[in-house]
């Protein structure tokens, strides 16, 4: 099995000769050596040169040229968390792939040193990184970027502080306090994503970092914090934070904090 890195090559390190044919002919010419790790090949001649030494992380950009490695015939896709509008651009380390977002989730999972890729979903550019965290981004519009995490458990998340739970939505235990007309607009270092509720207090549970976010309910927008506590927000209409608390344990809370700023909570001009 061969997971393909389109426009790349690793011209220095040919070091099993070259063979010209079409893709099938050359892989199966890669399988028969035991020393083959992997091959580039250029469409447009169908040469093909060998490798025992080129893995991913040494590739470089070049047009026309393909590269192939040998991998693991069945991959279990890993679970990944979705921030949208963000971006690592000094981290691609791992190379580039276009293709769906599927195709570019499974060239993540085949690779132990993948720990994230951007996607661009006009293009279907997808750029992986071995050192890109949620903390790394930066806003970009366009690009949204996947972080591999761990699977939800089979429970659902308990929606914050009312009775009802969103149906389907995919839980990390979280729950969450709900504070209205406030913010927080400072201390966004995790990301920002467009959603639901529910979708953010999902990613939001997610990330072990995250102990709070704000959400803009006419846009959707949620902005996630490592560091906003309650006595850190200030007064902004049109924005509520979410903070990670314990749930109740013996009777459901079935109303949400008031309207009013908290008391001593400074006001946001």
């Not at 389109?6 to 399988?31: A, I, M, R, W």
């Not at 996630?224 to 902004?236: E, K, M, N």
């Amino acid at each position: 099995f061969y997971v393909e890195h389109l426009g790349v090559n690793c011209p220095s390190q040919v070091d099993l000769g070259t063979y010209y044919g079409t893709l099938t002919e050359c892989e199966s010419f890669c399988s028969s050596e035991e020393l083959c790790t992997s091959f580039s090949r250029f469409a447009q001649t169908g040469q093909c040169d060998f490798s025992s030494t080129c893995n991913i992380q040494d590739v470089y950009s070049l047009l026309g040229s393909n590269m192939y490695f040998k991998g693991t015939a069945t991959i279990t896709p890993a679970f990944y968390v979705e921030h949208l509008g963000v971006n690592c651009p000094s981290q691609v380390d791992l190379g580039t792939y276009y293709g769906t977002l599927n195709e570019c989730e499974l060239h993540c999972s085949s690779e132990d040193l993948c720990v994230s890729f951007s996607h661009f979903a006009q293009t279907g550019q997808c750029d992986f990184s071995s050192t890109c965290h949620i903390q790394d981004v930066y806003s970009f519009l366009g690009s949204n970027m996947y972080f591999k995490g761990t699977a939800p458990t089979t429970s659902i998340v308990t929606s914050i502080m009312t009775a009802t739970t969103p149906v389907g939505v995919p839980s990390h235990t979280a729950f969450y306090a709900e504070y209205l007309n406030v913010n927080c607009p400072s201390q966004i270092d995790l990301g920002t994503y467009y959603g639901t509720l529910a979708e953010c207090e999902s990613h939001c549970s997610s990330e072990e970092l995250c102990v709070s976010f704000s959400r803009f309910a006419q846009t959707g927008q949620c902005d996630f914090s490592s560091t906003c506590h309650i006595q850190d927000v200030y007064s902004l209409s049109g924005s509520n934070m979410y903070f990670k608390g314990t749930a109740p344990t013996t009777s459901i809370v079935t109303s949400t904090m008031t309207a009013t700023t908290p008391v001593g909570v400074p006001s946001y001009t």
